[in-house]
């Protein structure tokens, strides 16, 4: 599609490797009713959702993650704030061309139990994201951090908040080194690039600690902002 920004390109590449990723590797539109009260084209998609801005910032803009799951897991410093509202803008650009829609799915149920709200490709913003997903390491681990699928937490008879900020924690160092958790197969469902044989073994396949250095721009698309 023309007049698109590579920016908003990058976005809807993004979207649409994400929604691959959520449905077994095959493009498909979320589809839903619309949900009244918003100014803005909505859909009551409850599930995976195609985008989240934290993912966003991630891939596209390559921000750093601090380490502090309080404070939305990345610098509150200028360059990260320009970036963020540089996505922000292409993102609200791409809902008024109907290429992404609002999933206002309600955040109110505790663990990460369900998807966040988010944005999904509309039939035409899939067909302006064209064919070929993006390669992006520890896409997983990125959508279940920023809330696009829900924490991995193994289940006790009580969770507490102390599972899920644990959980976080993880996620975050696997993001900042650049390696797969090795993680029993019994123990949560296998994301995507993991192996699952049956045994209860800790998973070894992947990228190691020694391939972060390796991987320094690798989880981000090259876009202007």
């Given at each position: 599609?023309?007049?698109?920004?590579?920016?908003?390109?990058?976005?809807?590449?993004?979207?649409?490797?994400?929604?691959?990723?959520?449905?077994?590797?095959?493009?498909?539109?979320?589809?839903?009713?619309?949900?009244?009260?918003?100014?803005?084209?909505?859909?009551?998609?409850a599930g995976p959702k195609d985008l989240r801005p934290p993912l966003a910032m991630w891939a596209l803009a390559g921000?750093?993650?601090?380490?502090?799951?309080?404070?939305?897991?990345?610098?509150?410093d200028a360059a990260s704030l320009s970036r963020k509202a540089s996505i922000t803008r292409a993102t609200t650009r791409l809902l008024q061309r109907g290429l992404l829609v609002l999933a206002p799915n309600p955040d109110h149920v505790l663990y990460g139990d369900r998807p966040k709200w988010g944005y999904v490709l509309t039939a035409e913003g899939m067909a302006a994201a064209g064919t070929e997903p993006m390669d992006l390491p520890l896409l997983a681990e990125a959508c279940e951090l920023f809330g696009i699928t829900p924490l991995q937490i193994v289940k006790q008879s009580r969770w507490e908040h102390c599972?899920?900020?644990?959980?976080q924690t993880v996620l975050i160092t696997i993001l900042r080194n650049g390696y797969h958790e090795p993680r029993s197969a019994a123990a949560v469902t296998v994301a995507n690039g993991y192996?699952?044989?049956?045994?209860?073994?800790?998973?070894?396949?992947?990228?190691?600690?020694?391939?972060?250095?390796?991987?320094?721009?690798?989880?981000?698309?090259?876009?202007?902002?």
């Open positions: 599609m023309s007049g698109l920004s590579q920016l908003q390109r990058g976005i809807l590449r993004l979207a649409l490797t994400v929604n691959m990723h959520t449905q077994g590797g095959v493009a498909r539109v979320k589809a839903g009713a619309t949900v009244p009260g918003y100014r803005v084209p909505t859909v009551d998609y921000a750093t993650l601090t380490g502090d799951i309080h404070n939305a897991h990345f610098r509150h599972d899920m900020h644990q959980r192996r699952q044989d049956g045994a209860d073994t800790a998973v070894t396949d992947g990228p190691t600690a020694t391939d972060a250095q390796q991987w320094g721009a690798g989880n981000r698309c090259e876009v202007q902002l």
